[in-house]
Structure formats: structure tokens, C-alpha cells
T-cell receptor
């Protein structure tokens, strides 16, 4: 089925470890996004990529890096994980114009 | 800063009744609004959207109303069903460059009672 695929679905890290969250979309969308969702809060934008080759910071970029590998793939990297990064991470993609975002099913990350 | 907020964090309705979920936004420059549904353990799912040049838009069992005067958005669900139980988010679009960035509210938990 067409959509946004995130891997892994679950991950436990120790403080200081690094990891990369992967995201791929097969809808030929130009823009891709990474959000985090914490309990009782809405989704907060970490980074986004308006198009292949460009990336920009969102609301909460500290502690993260991203790579727009190609039009399909947008990865999120935690260089040195901290307990404050325990969250559910969602990747999303969109066309240039409207119709909202298509979200992946999320990655549940726990940092201990 | 800009913000999107919800009036109530939880809402319980009887099966078959209509549900109304409210949302306030603060950025008068926002030109696009979306309602998302998020079921437990899943990503947000698009329900319905509305542009700022519209006051009302209807979908299947859902209606979104936009009142730009008071910066208020609402989602009406007709004949609420158990499958409607979820967290509902409104999102406000603040256009920046060529990417459409959305700012999300904190969500309202809708529970449908039998």
C-alpha cells in the first residue's frame, strides 16, 4: 500500500547512544517532515525538508540531525541520545500544495 | 508565538449522538486548517480540511466550521460511532517558503459510550 514507512517501530537506547530513524514515502511527495509527540501534547516539528536537497529546522531541532537522502527518504539521527528524547516520532510527507500530510505509523523511542 | 489550542482535553458522547470538538487558533495569517484523527498506536489520519476563504465544509459524517472573526474551528461528527473513539487534533497551516508547515494543537480525546 502506498504511504509513509518508518523503521524501526520500537527502540530502546541507553543515554549517549546514537541511532538513525528511517523514513520512506512512495507517493512522489516533495516535502517531508519529522515530528515528535509527547504525552498530552500535540505534534512538534523537529526538522523538515521542502524538497530534495534542502532541510530546515523546526520548533525543536536541538539534539537531532536529518538527511534527505533522495526524494523518497528522509532520516532523523540522534547523535547522543538523552532521556528527554524519549518520545514517539512521526515522519510525514506532503505535496507542494495542500491536502495535508500523510503520516507514518511512528517510532516509539525510549532512552534509559 | 503562534499556537493552536483546544478548549477541552476530553469529550465523552453517547453512541449515535453528535460530537462537537472545538479548536482555537491565534494566527490570523493562517490560510489552511486540517483535522486529524489519531487512534491508539497509530499515526494521525487526515479527516477533513478547510481553507480560510471558506466558512464550512462537509465530508462523510463530518463537518468543519471556521469562524475567522473569533479564530475558532470546530469539527462536528454526526451519529458518533464506537470507531470514532480517538484523539482529534486540529492543525493550522503557516506557510513558510515552499513547504507547508503545520502547527498542531494538543488534541481532544473523544470517547464514545455504548
Amino acid at each position: 500500500n502506498a504511504g509513509v514507512t518508518q523503521t524501526p517501530k520500537f527502540q530502546v537506547l541507553k543515554t549517549g547512544q546514537s541511532m538513525t530513524l528511517q523514513c520512506a514515502q512512495d507517493m512522489n511527495h516533495n516535502s517531508m517532515y519529522w515530528y515528535r509527540q509527547d504525552p498530552g501534547m500535540g505534534l512538534r516539528l523537529i526538522y523538515y525538508s521542502a524538497s530534495e536537497g534542502t532541510t530546515d529546522k523546526g520548533e525543536v531541532p536541538n539534539g537531532y540531525n536529518v538527511s534527505r537522502l533522495n526524494k523518497r527518504e528522509f532520516s532523523l539521527r540522534l547523535e547522543s541520545a538523552a532521556p528527554s528524547q524519549t518520545s514517539v516520532y512521526f515522519c510525514a510527507s506532503s505535496e507542494w500544495v495542500l491536502y495535508g500530510y500523510t503520516f507514518g505509523s511512528g517510532t516509539r523511542l525510549t532512552v534509559v | 508565538g503562534e499556537s493552536v489550542g483546544l478548549h477541552l482535553p476530553t469529550l465523552s458522547v453517547q453512541e449515535g449522538d453528535n460530537s462537537i470538538i472545538n479548536c482555537a487558533y491565534s494566527n490570523s495569517a493562517s490560510d489552511y486548517f486540517i483535522w486529524y484523527k489519531q487512534e491508539s498506536g497509530k499515526g494521525p489520519q487526515f479527516i477533513i480540511d478547510i481553507r480560510s476563504n471558506m466558512d464550512k465544509r462537509q465530508g462523510q459524517r463530518v463537518t468543519v466550521l471556521l469562524n475567522k472573526t473569533v479564530k475558532h474551528l470546530s469539527l462536528q461528527i454526526a451519529a458518533t460511532q464506537p470507531g470514532d473513539s480517538a484523539v482529534y487534533f486540529c492543525a493550522e497551516q503557516i506557510s513558510s517558503g515552499s513547504a507547508r508547515q503545520l502547527t498542531f494543537g494538543s488534541g481532544t480525546q473523544l470517547t464514545v459510550l455504548p
